[in-house]
């Protein structure tokens, strides 16, 4: 086999992304550009880096190129989380399970310091490993007039007003309230956002049937419990999604929202479905 045909290839990272996002779902499918959120590229201690950072600091956005690190299979097929339940190709979609888990990610550059980027949100999590930087130029890396498939038939659906109606019961906008002022966690809106424009049960939505007329989405650390009447969504109850022997359990370190999982069930012990 020649080398131009070589099955393997050894890639080492250069540095690591330090980030206040510890586990994926904390983690948007594409950074939130409105938030305003630091994130810090590490690079190892090597000299020949900090020299390869000279004249970075002009540019405002760079390219971080890194690895999935906390996948280890990929299918060629996959259900992506926008759209109608429907499998995609994965090379038409940024899913993280590829055969070659590499990520993209065009990330604000805030400053240079040394052997460090300060960098503004990003989609990748605490510990991410990077195998290059490179300048984003807006001249040659902009396309915006292009064509984008099946992701263009999904935001004509999104102009198009939601179809259901969401609405809470008593008990769970008492449970909505007190996450939100205890915790700063806004689940309720996050909820009107998902289910009113589809509650039919999906798998990467993590909306799953429980019974004859009731079914739980699961949203990071919490999930809700609701019914469909018609184009009428009832939000019955809120839940943590862990049970307490795992919150519990501290050898556990990736658990989200642990303490106000924790603080929540002590409060609404028994509540949920
Ligand atoms: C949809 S992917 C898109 C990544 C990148 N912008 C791209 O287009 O290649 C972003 C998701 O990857 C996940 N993620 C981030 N860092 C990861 C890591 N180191 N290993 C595995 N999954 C990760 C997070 O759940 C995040 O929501």
């Known amino acids: 086999m020649g080398a131009s045909e070589q099955r393997s290839l050894t890639l080492h990272p250069i540095g690591f992304i330090r980030s206040q996002k510890q586990v994926k779902f904390q983690a948007l499918h594409q950074p939130v550009e409105t938030q305003s959120e630091r994130n810090v590229l ?3 201690p090597d000299n020949r880096h900090q020299v390869a950072l000279q004249d970075l600091a002009g540019f405002s956005r760079v390219w971080l190129l890194w690895w999935f690190h906390r996948n280890s299979s ?6 992506p989380p926008r759209g109608p339940a429907r499998r ?11 055969p070659n888990p590499l990520g993209l990610t065009p990330v604000q550059l805030i400053a240079v ?11 990748l999590v605490d510990g991410t490993p990077i195998f290059d930087i490179k300048p984003y130029i807006p001249a040659f890396d902009s396309f915006p007039d292009e064509r984008a498939g099946w992701l263009d038939d999904v935001a004509a659906g999104l102009e198009t007003a939601p179809e259901f109606v969401v609405q809470f019961s008593p008990a769970a906008l008492i449970q909505a309230e007190w996450l939100l002022t205890h915790w700063q966690i806004d689940f309720r809106s996050r909820l009107i956002e998902l289910l009113a ?3 039919t049960p999906h798998r990467s939505r993590r909306i799953r ?17 609701f019914c469909v009447l018609g184009k009428t969504v009832d939000v019955q109850s809120l839940d943590a999604a862990y049970p307490l022997r795992f919150l519990n359990n ?8 642990r303490e106000a999982q924790v603080a ?4 609404f012990a028994g509540s949920a479905s």
């Open 264 to 267: 929540f069930v002590d409060r």
């Open 250 to 257: 501290l050898a556990l370190e990736e658990l989200p929202d």
């Open 209 to 225: 049937r429980r019974g004859d007329s009731l079914f739980v989405i699961g949203c990071g650390a919490w999930r809700a419990f």
């Open 42 to 44: 590490e690079l190892l």
């Open 113 to 123: 310091e040394r052997r460090r980027l300060i960098l503004g949100p990003c989609d």
């Open 197 to 199: 424009r589809d509650p």
């Open 88 to 98: 995609r190709g994965v090379f038409a979609t940024r899913s993280p399970h590829r």
């Open 74 to 79: 990929w299918r060629p097929l996959v259900l």
